[in-house]
């Protein structure tokens, strides 16, 4: 059962373009919902987290939008750069253990 | 400084063996994790130990053992290694109590089963 549903599993941008990310999750005791942004021979590194209290948040070139009713979240990259390339992962995590569910995964490539 | 540091990077070994994998963190944190990538890129997690006690044991094979020997260091080791076990591992840590729970991740173990 995948509890966190991402797409697109890829994604293509031209430089200076937007690129978008959505998330859907299941269980609605999730409270915090982080992405993580992940460059290749790496580990996953946290890039930006909400929690369902607001429906946005902004940090720099990213967004994360919220919309607890529908239980969907977003990733919104704007002006996205080469730089930007990497594969990028929702979460979602509950309860003290905060453990983590991740979506599957999208692979964006920002062409130069 | 690197702040979650795992040994070996790479490991290759054949069908049967038995490895192991280290993890060491240098934040203070309370809170260890492991986690399977497949070759799919799909991040799950196997264990979680906090302060040294095994709170998250998800459904793996009794043939990984976490070992945790003390707050800082969390180890995995591996018996009988089969060609499904091919993927790349990665330990993380956190500190709870923390309004947000940022798990802080290696670099990762790729680990090829021949």
């Known amino acids: 059962q995948q509890q966190v549903k991402q797409s697109p599993q890829s994604l293509i941008v031209q430089k200076g373009g937007i690129s978008i990310i959505n998330c859907a999750y299941e269980n609605t005791a999730f409270d915090y919902f982080p992405w993580y942004q992940q460059f290749p021979g790496k580990g996953p590194a946290l890039l930006i987290a909400i929690r369902p209290d607001v429906s946005e948040k902004k940090e720099g070139r990213f967004t994360i939008s919220f919309n607890k009713s529908a239980k969907q979240f977003s990733l919104h990259i704007m002006d996205s750069q080469p730089g930007d390339s990497a594969t990028y992962f929702c979460a979602a995590s509950k309860g003290s253990a905060r453990q983590l569910t991740f979506g599957s995964g999208t692979q964006l490539t920002v062409l130069p | 400084d690197t702040a979650v540091s795992q040994t070996p990077k790479y490991l290759v070994t054949q069908m049967g063996n038995d490895k192991s994998i280290k993890c060491e963190q240098n934040l203070g944190h309370d809170t260890m994790y492991w986690y399977k990538q497949d070759s799919k890129k799909f991040l799950k997690i196997m264990f979680s130990?906090?302060?040294?006690?095994?709170?998250i044991n998800e459904t793996v094979p009794n043939r990984f053992s976490p070992k945790s020997p003390d707050k800082a260091h969390l180890n995995l080791h591996i018996n009988s290694l089969e060609l499904g076990d091919s993927a790349v591992y990665f330990c993380?840590?956190?500190?709870?109590?923390?309004?947000?729970?940022?798990?802080?991740f290696g670099p990762g173990t790729r680990l090829t089963v021949l």
């Open positions: 993380a840590s956190s500190q709870t109590g923390r309004t947000y729970n940022e798990q802080f």
């Open positions: 130990y906090n302060n040294k006690e095994l709170i």
